[in-house]
DNA sequence: AGCTACTCCTGGTAGC
DNA sequence: TGCTACCAGGAGTAGC
């Protein structure tokens, strides 16, 4: 479940090898993953150059150039299961590999995604691809009078809006669940109801949250996610509440709860986020 | 505005 | 052992 620290992770190794290559061939396996037309994709990839690699939100975008000029950019969401994988040409990338990005060293950058979610964008139009997403929440933009206010014109629960990408951009179900925790806020608070201090303290939550995640290299679970490189994320041994249904909370003892809530698996402590204290 | 339900997918696993 | 049923879930959409 790639979120932002998993993508923000996947960028930074992959830009040094990244950028400043050309991409030679393009293949398709999987059309489904391709956003628009497969001949267009093609035509907009084949022979530019990669300028920057960078991240907004849960999307990977890729600046492109044609000598000076500007192509556009391939942008990439991972959802579920999706992953980047750079690897040689004579490297066979296993039966999940949808489409793979040939590079002008030799190396081919593969879009891997067991369960087909995962979307790629060969677009001119960055803003269309990313309309509407929410502040990134480690950028100054993001500011504890920003949250306040947003919070207050929000009659929501906490955990749905967090997950909105266009309420914030890049939390998924694993760091809205650890942030509201190191808030110690109820998954089910109405948005509204927090006082000014409530939301500072979940400003401060997300980005120390987040930023611990990344500087681990994010989380891992099963097969899913790995970096470019293969290795697993060293965050998933963090975490406080994730995945860790009836396991003592490690703040004060008391068995995680899960329950469902928007559909979404939800794991709270019932002691440190209490239902009522707004 | 915000909620639920449904869709897309398939590997893994619980249950028998 | 081998089968089936169900689950995970990011995001888009429809309908209330």
């Avoid at 299961?81 to 004579?90: E, K, N």
Wanted: glycine share 10%; net charge positive.
């Amino acid at each position: 479940m790639p979120e932002l620290p998993e993508v923000e992770t996947i960028v930074r190794q992959l830009e040094p090898a990244l950028v400043g290559r050309t991409i030679a061939a393009v293949q398709v396996r999987w059309p489904g993953t391709v956003v628009g037309s497969l001949p267009a994709f093609h035509s907009a990839l084949r022979g530019t150059r990669i300028a920057r690699l960078w991240r907004r939100g849960k999307f990977f975008v890729a600046d492109l150039v044609r000598g000076r000029m500007r192509a556009g950019h391939l942008v990439g969401h991972l959802r579920m299961t999706g992953r980047l994988l750079l690897a040689p040409g004579t490297a066979d990338p296993g039966p999940w590999a949808r489409v793979s990005v040939g590079l002008d060293d030799g190396r081919v950058l593969h879009f891997v995604d067991t369960r087909k979610f995962g979307r790629l964008w060969a677009t001119e139009r960055l803003d269309a691809v990313m309309a509407g997403l929410g502040p990134e929440p480690l950028a100054k933009e993001f500011t504890p009078a920003w949250l306040a206010r947003a919070l207050r014109a929000r009659r929501r629960r906490l955990k749905p809006l967090l997950l909105d990408q266009g309420f914030i951009a890049g939390l998924g179900n694993i760091y809205v669940d650890e942030s509201l925790h190191a808030a110690r806020l109820h998954p089910l608070t109405l948005a509204h109801t927090l006082r000014a201090s409530l939301a500072r303290r979940l400003h401060l939550a997300i980005r120390r949250t987040l930023r611990a995640a990344i500087s681990r290299e994010g989380s891992s679970f099963d097969t899913f996610y790995r970096t470019p490189g293969g290795r697993p994320g060293r965050y998933q041994t963090r975490l406080r509440v994730y995945g860790r249904a009836g396991r003592p909370c490690r703040t004060c003892g008391t068995p995680i709860v899960r329950t469902l809530v928007a559909q979404r698996a939800t794991h709270f402590c019932p002691r440190c986020q209490p239902r009522t204290e707004t």
